[in-house]
């Protein structure tokens, strides 16, 4: 039946292709001829340079919300030139009341959704299948992200790139540079996918230059032609870094001090292919983990936060598990179902099963494009640890661009990183994407099969998935998905949280834009989720009705939800222990139904936040939710965020209140040098955990920290902490770039 099923799908896809003419969108899309210049501009933020004057403008942008194609409450123009170093870009974003231009955000690398801003999008291959992003608001802050498809990007990724700002009585001003030496690109191709996007967060306005269903992205982009020459030097970057750590272990009174040298190096082998090499990879800066509260007997999800895995890691991804049947928007999901059968999750490196740091000694990767085809290999060895000897592991994964905007691809990893066993995985994928229906509607399509080979295992070791979204912003959208994950499906070296299951997902849901001077939008749907056993008996149930979401022009939003789950316990498991008790889930059939008010706030406002409570039925008992994440902008200088999460939960074993707190301070004292403090403690662990990092970047590519982290620990639950833990770190790294 699911060979039957993925058939019927790709052929079905194959009868859709005549939709894509590729040659006819191309001739309509906007573009703009990109100026060469002799001097390049004084990246200042004054948009003052004489050179600027011969420059092409862009100044016809539209509105995206809360129209869509209608005239922007105010007007904005671009300059775009370049040289043979570097692209150059100048912004005057008028504003009629520049006092209330919204900029909280200081600290570079930090995202910009609560702050009125500039996002710029280039496609250097011009492929309409991937990208990277910069965004700036007007305290020249740099966020930019890797798009991992063209729906969905990666945060962690950063490039070398200057940017400057200012505010004046006409509203505010950015100028970028971005240097060709961080930007992969073919020489040949001198037109590149091109877009600029604006948002102004008090009134809800998002602008673009260029958009279909009100979003831009990769695949919907102008075009800058006439760029010819770039200089992308020698293509070489060397990166050495000193750390110098000091640990200690209160329990046992024992101390640890080290220096470590870490070398890491770039290298272009061609204008698109990339080749890099580490030795003795040094995570010490990594920011920690947010943690997470467990009430289900399966395993957490936590992402990728560190820079070596983050690069190019657009190229490594598969079947793009975590978005089949619109994954990202059902909330009747949870992230690691999302994730569940990833053959490559790059946190099995350099971590133990437990999360202790485990020594990389050295590893390569080779990643980038020839034509139409996307590379990316990766090979590490890591050191022994505990029982498990040092071992070498590889990723290779290639993709081949096939019609207009779709790509069919191989992976395979080799090693097992956390035992001494032999482990491989082989998989194929299908992406399918038509972004250019009638009235700017998606079609997107993944079908995808992977097998593992475990020494000692045999048999029923396979996975499959297949899945199909329209995620359409305006209008109907909905989705399909479904993925099977065999009992003896090993990948080593990627994540599952669930064996032996048939995972099921659908949502179906239509948004209004009602055009009103106060409420922007109204959404309503469901979602859905069904986990069986392979066997025919159901593991999990969730069926969420999103009876109402309300959106107004402040981005202030409410929501309404019912949710029904019905969820069946094979084995007794320990929702809540402590030193005197255990309360335990025991086998059985469970229905149970819960209902959720949330509200929220703009995050431009100087108090913002959100609130969600939740209450109802809990397994055979009862459960009461309140959840909450604060944020209070005191100046532009410094944050508090305040996150609460608390469960009272009555079960006939016993009644229990779980707590999780996340207090974060953040001082930037100039958008070079931040202090940024998190203070995390959960009842479960009784651990007060303190993370405390200095963070200076004099300039783009060089890099110091000192970081501080100490656990406090009530063992005995008395409320009474003892120090556990503390570790301190200085880091320093340089870029030489050649």
């Known amino acids: 039946m699911s060979r039957l099923v993925a058939g019927a799908l790709v052929s079905a896809l194959a009868a859709n292709v005549q939709a894509q003419d590729a040659a006819g969108a191309e001739a309509t899309r906007k573009s703009v ?82 702050d009125d801003r500039l996002v710029v999008i280039f496609d250097p291959f011009n492929t309409g299948r991937s990208g990277y992003r910069f965004e700036t608001n007007a305290n020249a802050v740099r966020h930019d992200a890797l798009y991992q498809n ?101 329990a046992f009174r024992a101390s640890d001090s080290n220096i470590d040298p870490s070398l890491d190096i770039f290298y272009r082998l061609t204008p698109s292919l990339n080749a890099s090499l580490t030795v003795n990879t040094d995570f010490s800066a990594t920011e920690v983990d947010d943690r997470q509260v467990n009430l289900t007997r399966f395993g957490l999800f936590f992402p990728e936060k560190r820079d070596f895995f983050l690069n190019d890691a657009d190229l490594f991804e598969f079947g793009r598990i975590s978005r089949e049947g619109f994954g990202e928007e059902n909330d009747a999901s949870s992230g690691p179902n999302l994730e569940n059968g990833r053959p490559f999750f790059s946190r099995r490196l350099g971590l133990s099963s437990t999360g202790t740091p485990v020594d990389l000694n050295y590893g390569g990767k080779v990643s980038g494009r020839v034509g139409r085809w996307n590379i990316g290999t990766l090979a590490i060895r890591q050191d022994e640890f505990e029982a498990v000897a040092a071992s070498n592991v590889f990723v290779g ?15 395979v990893t080799d090693g097992d990183p956390n035992s001494n ?220 965020r305040l996150g609460y999460d608390w469960n009272d939960i009555e079960l006939p074993d016993g009644s229990f209140i779980s707590r999780l707190v996340r207090l974060t301070t953040e001082v930037a004292f100039s958008p070079t040098l931040s202090w940024v403090t998190l203070l995390q403690y959960d009842n479960d662990s009784e651990i007060l955990g303190v993370n405390s990092r200095l963070h200076w970047i004099p300039t783009a590519g060089r890099e110091g920290f000192i970081v501080i982290n100490h656990d406090l620990q009530d063992i005995d639950k008395d409320n009474r902490f003892n120090s556990a833990l503390a570790d301190t770190t200085i880091k320093f790294n340089y870029t030489f770039r050649f």
């Not at 809360?66 to 692209?87: I, Q």
């Not at 096939?402 to 691809?409: C, D, F, I, P, T």
Request: aromatic share 10%; hydrophobic share 35%; net charge negative.
């Open 33 to 114: 001829r990109v100026v060469r210049t002799i001097s390049p501009p004084s990246i200042d933020g004054r948009l003052d340079d004489a050179v600027w004057q011969d420059a092409e403008v862009i100044t016809d942008f539209h509105q995206i919300r809360p129209g869509d194609g209608a005239e922007p409450s105010e007007p904005t123009e671009v300059y775009v030139l370049y040289d043979d170093d570097a692209f150059y870009i100048g912004a005057r974003l008028h504003d009629s009341e520049p006092d209330r231009v919204a900029a909280p955000t200081i600290r570079h690398g930090q995202g910009l959704g609560g």
């Open 150 to 250: 063209v729906n969905n990007f990666e945060n962690e990724w950063s490039v070398i790139w200057e940017v400057a700002a200012s505010i004046d009585e006409q509203g505010w001003l950015a100028e970028l540079a971005i240097p060709f030496k961080s930007l992969p690109f073919d020489p040949n191709i001198d037109t590149w996918g091109f877009n600029f996007g604006r948002g102004i967060r008090r009134r809800g306005e998002e602008m673009a230059w260029v958009s279909r269903n009100r979003s831009y992205n990769p695949s919907i982009l102008g075009l800058a032609s006439g760029l010819e020459g770039m200089n992308q030097g020698l293509g070489l970057d060397i990166v050495p870094s000193i750390s110098a750590n000091e640990r200690k272990g209160f």
């Open 397 to 411: 994964r290639v993709t081949a661009n096939v019609l207009a905007e779709s790509a069919v691809g191989v992976i």
């Open 421 to 640: 066993l032999d482990n491989s995985v082989t998989g194929v994928d299908f992406r399918y994407l038509n972004s250019r229906l009638p009235g700017g509607r998606v079609l997107e399509a993944d079908a995808w099969f992977q097998q593992s080979d475990t020494e000692t295992i045999d048999g029923a070791d396979s996975a499959f998935g297949i899945g199909v979204q329209m995620p359409n912003n305006s209008g109907l959208r909905g989705s399909f998905g479904i993925k099977e994950i065999e009992a003896n499906f090993n990948p080593a070296l990627g994540f599952v949280n669930r064996r032996d299951v048939r995972d099921t997902s659908a949502t179906l849901g239509y948004t209004l834009f009602t055009g009103g001077d106060f409420l922007q939008s109204i959404y309503t749907g469901i979602d859905a989720q069904r986990i069986d056993s392979l066997d025919g008996g159901l593991q999990t149930e969730v069926f969420l009705a999103r009876l109402v979401e309300l959106e107004n022009n402040s981005r202030d939003d409410a929501q309404v939800q019912y949710i029904a789950t019905k969820e069946v316990v094979a084995e007794p498991f320990t929702i809540y222990e402590d030193r005197t008790r255990k309360v335990v889930i025991a086998p059985g059939r469970y229905s149970f139904n819960e209902s959720m008010l949330g509200f929220s706030t703009g995050r431009q406002r100087t108090f913002s936040g959100e609130i969600t409570y939740q209450w109802g039925d809990f397994f055979n008992g009862k459960r009461t939710n309140i959840g909450g994440d604060f944020r209070w902008n005191l100046s532009r200088l410094f944050r508090l």
